[in-house]
């Protein structure tokens, strides 16, 4: 039966569900409080890695499975002549060798477990492989073929224009205050009628449901967009976990490089393709540099 549906947040959470459940017959509102798509959501920005590897979590790995079919299937049926899937490889290093209970350890052992081919890299091997990482410094890894990087901010605002053109009623500078009988009140005061809800709120539902904010609790940390010279091999994604793992989806990518804060409170910045830390003293001359 067609239910009326609002889905508030139009991240590719919202976009996606709101796509879905038009194409099951549902006459659907999609609301979001900023332009669409929404420039803060985490959704958006330049690049996401897509990876399957989750350490010893084997079903969150075959969530992952199903997620690469699907970014595949994406890429053929809706971005068509111009992927946003980039299946560039995803590698994993370390600076000590893979034990068990490490992630990239229990990593690599749940995809051999599942049937995939890793393969296995020691300094020599990264050193080949990999010429852009400082030599020596990484001594044990694995580089799995599966995985990659998307143009985030492309896929939601390719996934909202398809909305659009499947009947989905995209209403931006509207925010959810609360359900109510017969619909969702805005902040403005306007009512969406509906039969059913959808919240995909991100890192803002515990404000939209207050009740949550004892069990949710939204963090966030800065990112830097580095923009290459236009004759520089370009940069993918960089993401360095406080551990040191690096997961670059690495490829000749026309967008920039998202940094996040490195180990023990340093920034990582390219400079060509080798990875400096700076220490904290000297992060203003380093974003300007950048
Ligand atoms: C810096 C960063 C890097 C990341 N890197 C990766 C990565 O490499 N790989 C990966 O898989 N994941 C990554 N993630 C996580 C991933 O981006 C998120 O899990 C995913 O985008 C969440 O999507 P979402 O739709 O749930 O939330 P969002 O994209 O945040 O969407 C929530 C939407 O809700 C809207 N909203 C807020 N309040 C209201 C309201 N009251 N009413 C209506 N709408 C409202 C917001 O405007 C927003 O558009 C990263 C996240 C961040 C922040």
């Known amino acids: 039966m067609s239910a009326r549906v609002v889905v508030?947040?139009?991240?590719?959470?919202?976009?996606?569900?709101?796509?879905?459940?038009?194409?099951?017959?549902?006459?659907?509102?999609?609301?979001?409080?900023?332009?669409?798509?929404?420039?803060?959501?985490?959704?958006?920005?330049?690049s996401k890695v897509v990876r399957i590897e989750y350490g010893d979590d084997q079903g969150y790995m075959a969530l992952g499975e199903r997620s690469l079919d699907g970014w595949h299937r994406w890429n053929r049926d809706l971005f068509a002549g111009d992927p946003l899937f980039h299946e560039t490889g995803v590698l994993f290093v370390r600076r000590s060798a893979m034990a068990p209970g490490g992630f990239e350890h229990d990593s690599h052992a749940a995809l051999l477990a599942r049937g995939h081919r890793p393969e296995r890299l020691n300094t020599a091997a990264l050193t080949a492989r990999f010429p852009a990482w400082r030599t020596g410094r990484y001594v044990d890894g694995f580089f799995h073929a599966r995985g990659g990087f998307v143009e985030s901010g492309l896929v939601v605002e390719r996934l909202l224009a398809h909305a659009a053109t499947e009947g989905v009623a995209l209403v931006?500078?509207?925010?959810?205050?609360?359900?109510?009988?017969?619909?969702?009140?805005?902040?403005?005061?306007?009512?969406?009628?509906a039969d059913r809800v959808v919240l995909a709120l991100g890192a803002w539902t515990p404000f939209a449901l207050p009740s949550l904010a004892t069990s949710l609790r939204a963090t966030g940390h800065p990112v830097f967009h580095l923009r290459t010279r236009a004759d520089a091999l370009r940069l993918p994604c960089f993401w360095l976990r406080p551990d040191c793992t690096v997961l670059p989806a690495f490829g000749d990518f026309t967008g920039g490089a998202l940094v996040t804060p490195g180990p023990r409170d340093t920034l990582v910045l390219t400079d060509g393709m080798r990875l400096h830390r700076l220490p904290p003293g000297r992060r203003g001359a380093a974003t300007a540099a950048a």
């Open 172 to 193: 931006p500078d509207a925010s959810f205050a609360r359900v109510v009988d017969g619909g969702v009140a805005l902040a403005s005061g306007e009512v969406l009628p």
């Open 8 to 46: 508030a947040g139009a991240g590719v959470m919202g976009v996606a569900a709101a796509r879905s459940l038009a194409a099951r017959g549902h006459r659907v509102t999609l609301c979001d409080p900023g332009p669409l798509p929404h420039p803060l959501a985490a959704s958006t920005d330049i």
